[in-house]
């Protein structure tokens, strides 16, 4: 069972069973978009979650390998089209330059890693319309010399 | 005077005074990662804080009204090289799918707006090494029926 | 059932009912424009329109859960081939500047919404040729400063 | 004097008089976006339209003689950038295919003129937020047999 | 039946009847170089021609129906491989600008038009190599002002 | 003297003194065409013509040499963007597998030579819109076995 | 049959019977060079030598007519990966001018043609390591006027 | 100085002599197309062959320097436009997998070197139109396992 | 059975037998590197050391003979997208000339084999985080002058 | 003064000192690659070892300053065109998913960080042709969940 037939699997439950990310992150003890980006195909799991994860959409022990397995981190489109994930990238586009200048100067030459990394996402409610929040937090790594 | 222009005078004005993006906003009333944005040529300025932003810097009128035009965004890379903007464009990559779902699942069909939308940066010190935290806060903009 | 094979369906549901996007929009009590773009997978539908859609057509559950569904919206061309959708493409490119000049200038500086947005085509009789009327109606968004 | 400082000169001297595409394209009697894609180097003019351009602008014979010129229709960017001009450009993609069957469903097969085209920009107020309303307006071209 | 196999079908029938382009161009009363780009699926034939070239190839009603569907015209390679259709791309590399010159000294600022358009291909006898003349046929458009 | 400064000097003297390339090519008697590609920088000319060519504008030796030059012959845009040179494009797009089809079955298995290759525009009068007639004649290549 | 099922067939019966392509070009009395892009797809064959090609590898009447078919000559990667053919690649990258300047100052402005064009393949033994030789030879085509 | 002044210098003061590469080979007692090479920019050239070539074309020690540096190899189109390059980059295309099933056979697993390299130009006379000769020769470098 | 099937098996057996790259490596008698390499399909390998590779799996001829078919090396990203991958990319964009600098400098006017090339991985244990430690060993090849 | 400024007047100096990167990197006391990637604007230095360099070219302090600065890492070509930065492309592109499956199996799921990475170059001598050895360093980095 390769990652996408996996996913399919655990979408095509959730959906039976009428759970959300949320349900789903807080019965498995994780955050919700880590859940979802495993479901999903982007993340491994280690095998006690994987269990957890299995158990609650009564999925097997194939589910529970495709979980585990170290996943190829690939996108189609270098530039997306779907507006929701394009909307992601035009703010690095725009604010791209922004970002760099602002956090090099806080935190001196170097990056935000995007691998000892997590991300959430939470609604602030709005009068003037709901408002969607995405947290990133990643470790500054220093640029080395040597 | 274009925004080009204006860029690198504040940027070498703000060098000679060693101000910050942090201090240049406290002093103006902004958050630091807009007025950088602003100053980088990336957002225009009502005139009121464009003057105070000259007037920080010493600069003069032709700064306020560069300051004031709104920008063409553009930015010549689709895939950016830059490894920290590249780490950016690949947590859209790699999470896109993920929070497309996490936040559709939320708030139902639509997106989160890059206009109606702010962003900070903010340091969190660890001794395993400092974390950068990024927040974006973008309306939630329904799709339509018609 | 995914938006692909829905779409399929209904489209051949139509032909052999000969029916138009027109006759349908009526029927339904929507844009012909916006169905068509729901039908071909573009845009989600609410229940009890989905329901009347494929009561319709006399089409099952299966096409009510596929309109249901939040679509991906992708394309594969970016720059399309078939000459009546270059032929938009053209004009996004040749008046794209002319429009954001003509449209900040009255609005300030933000832009049309493709998300809070309505579309409709009309038919133009004319003696020297048809003409097809597109009109455009998307909430001016203004940029925040923050 | 090529289309470029054509441009930069109408748009310096339209900036000092503060007059707006509306007000010029009221005072020559043609519509502001025509006058706009003109003056921006995208159209060409007639000998008096172009007259009256300069005179209006107190600007020279060159201006006339640059406005004359069959333009180059060339843009940089296959994908826009700019969110303005992108927002225009994820319609057609989003909706190119819908368009295409509303269109020859209505008019037969083939396309609407890029050429035979007009095209206006108007403000719809409304209390949630003002309306941007584009109407293109094209001649409807049947593909010949032979 | 789609176009494609439609375009199976019609092919393999002519090749087993040894019918040229020419000859079943003749046979419907119509240009050999239209007729096929029909039968390839790039132009949708009206009810009647459509009948005789199915009759001519003994097809049945699925290819009738097939022909007059209003196609997509859609190409893979943005820059042909094939050397011949690559020599037609060259052409026009290498002598676009050309053209554009003479069309519009001698037409106005406008376009030769692809839609209202003919084409058809000649062999020219010569003892040092026949030559191929294609000549292109389409109604001149002058861009509007409004 | 580079094609590029010899073709901005041979335009504006052939705008100053109002000839168009049908009246040069008739002085020079060549195919008004093939002059405009050469002058235009993408064809050398042989010295008598050249000479011809710069007497006719009162041009000198700089441009006879610059004429005779032999050229890279390159474009920027590997899709074109001005409409009048796309749809040209187009046409190779829709119609090239036809033209392949129509070509090789009349020919046999080879192409059209673009280099042992002339071309010419007519304007071809008609009340319902004057029509432009492109003629391309290349000498057939049939692909050598060996 | 299409030429890439052809191809597998050949190359299986080839491998099989353990025949190189110098051994089959020299039973068939054409180059191995050519025999291979014929039998990989690349080039039509007459219908003796399909025959003779046929009869080599004991296959049948649908290869010889798989072989005679005119071929589209496509290849999927603008930029080749497999370092083999990346070599030839980067020789025309690093030395088209040179080759260039070096042919036109020969034989005056003009190409070499690719069509009438044959190639090979030879081995040079060297006691430093054995040596690669690539002859190519194709006709000089000239430019014409006209 | 660069490699493209000197290009210039060399290339003009050659012509000036009325020089050719074949001649300049010759007088330097080495291959005309290497000498063209390094002429253009893309070889470098020992100390001695340097001053050679400068002093033939009565160049100074800064030409000889220019010579002597080591290039950077880089072509700015990918795909080349230039007919003459084309063909070759065509003839890559469609004979690449030809060639590489041809050597590998009779060399084993590996490739033909582009360093390890030379390449000439010779002229096949011929009533029916002369021919380009290109020689290719490169080391075989077989593939290591490790 | 084709490469990919062949990896397919290959992996499969590896996984089900608990080998790691380095078990088999050393039972082999080959770097760890390279045998994956060759079991994913990008190395060909010769006859005893396919049999041994078959022989730990308890695999059958048939992959002893896909072992060793000379590969077609190509991968579908020209820029990588998964992280680990991309790294690498971003070492060479970002050190290219960096590198090119430092060896010519040592070596001579040239270039590192990739043919003519080995690498390895080790792991280097360090209390702050275990580092990859990559070697590659590629042999000079200086350009010839000829 | 800018890094590319920079750059140029560090490699004058050097070029007219005949200074080496090796002997630069052992007089500052840093190893030569890093010290070239500073000199060549890649990498930023602290101000100790700013100076040093500074003082033995005899530079002044606008080189330390720029030296200094925060570099934007950017390169031109996706897709490198020199041959040996090309090669080092080729050994990501061919060894990319070996170096994956060789590192995660050995580390874990997560990535070689190319930030907290060093590299460095060496010459192996071998009579039969010196071998360039490039060792790459960089901590793992295991993919958090979160």
């Given at each position: 069972?390769?990652?996408?037939q996996?996913?399919?699997?655990i ?12 349900q ?11 859940l ?35 996943p ?45 990394f997590?991300?959430d996402?939470?609604?602030?409610e ?8 995405i ?9 080395k010399?040597?």
């Amino acid at each position: 069972m390769n990652k996408e037939q996996m996913s399919d699997l655990i979408v095509s439950a959730k959906t039976q069973k009428s759970m959300t990310w949320n349900q789903m992150g807080e019965a498995v003890g994780v955050s919700p978009t880590w859940l979802a980006s495993a479901c999903l195909g982007m993340s491994s799991v280690k095998e006690p979650v994987a269990q957890k994860i299995a158990d609650l959409l009564d999925l097997g022990a194939d589910v529970v390998q495709a979980l585990m397995v170290y996943p190829t981190k690939e996108w189609d489109k270098a530039i997306p089209n779907d507006p929701l994930i394009y909307r992601l990238y035009e703010v690095v586009g725009v604010y791209g330059e922004t970002l760099k200048s602002v956090i090099q100067e806080q935190f001196g030459d170097g990056i935000m890693s995007a691998i000892d990394f997590s991300m959430d996402v939470e609604k602030e409610e709005d009068p003037k319309g709901d408002r969607v929040v995405i947290t990133m937090n990643g470790k500054f790594l220093p640029y080395k010399s040597w």
